[in-house]
């Protein structure tokens, strides 16, 4: 059963630390995408690729937060400098290329990344 | 205003109820929809993806969507104390080629 791999699963560190998310996605998947999960926020859409290049990234903090896909095996997320109002869980999410209506495929969800900045 | 409204709940009902959960959007681009269910510590997992107005089953579940009410449900029959989770609905708006989420329901099962 192919599913989304993130790591590290729990992370805790001080506010003003570099902080690096990894995502491996289903492999075969050309869409990869970043939410940021909270109580009073709900989901909301960081960053977007398709076929690694980034399309979307409106929702993504640009002078903290950078998102990269160095492969089609592997996307990241990094923050720097992270700040106590970061925490929260982060998913990633792949979704399958290919076909014409590749933008209307549903995404497959890894567990996320639950941050804790200090 | 959002464009996807969900009731955040919380739901409790007894085993064996059968229960509604219900969206409603205001982007006529949303023109996919889908059900995830995700459970405490978890991603969200997907349940159901549809296109149509009109009823999508898939065992216990049937997902229902009225595009002209622009209004879509989500139906559990026979709840099950594992079905207790969060239901979250999404829609794709096919202009953008992404997703947006409702803010999910809790939904409890009792045995």
């Known amino acids: 059963d192919a599913r989304v791999t993130q790591t590290p699963r729990h992370k805790v560190t001080e506010m003003g630390q570099e902080v690096t998310m990894r995502c491996q996605p289903i492999?075969?998947?050309?869409?990869v995408f970043w939410y940021r999960q909270t109580m009073m926020q709900g989901l909301e859409l960081l960053a977007y690729?398709?076929?690694?290049?980034?399309?979307?990234d409106s929702g993504m903090p640009k002078d903290r937060f950078s998102a990269e896909m160095p492969d089609a095996t592997l996307a990241t997320l990094k923050i720097q400098p992270s700040e106590p109002r970061d925490s929260a869980v982060y998913f990633c999410a792949s979704g399958p290329g290919g076909g014409r209506n590749v933008r209307n495929q549903p995404q497959h969800f890894g567990d996320g990344t639950r941050l804790s900045i200090l | 205003q959002k464009e996807v409204e969900q009731d955040p709940g919380p739901l409790s009902v007894p085993e064996g109820a059968i229960v509604s959960l219900n969206c409603t959007y205001s982007?006529?681009?949303?023109?996919?929809f889908m059900w995830y269910r995700q459970y405490s510590r978890k991603g969200p997992e997907l349940l159901m993806y549809t296109y149509s107005s009109g009823n999508k089953e898939d065992g216990r579940f049937t997902a229902q969507v009225d595009k002209s009410s622009k209004y879509i449900s989500l139906f559990i029959r026979d709840s099950q104390p594992s079905d207790s989770a969060t239901y979250l609905c999404a829609m794709i708006n096919t202009n953008a080629g992404k997703s947006t989420f409702g803010d999910g329901t809790t939904l409890t099962v009792k045995p």
């Open positions: 690729f398709r076929n690694r290049a980034p399309l979307d």
């Open positions: 492999l075969g998947h050309n869409t």
């Open positions: 982007n006529s681009a949303f023109q996919y």
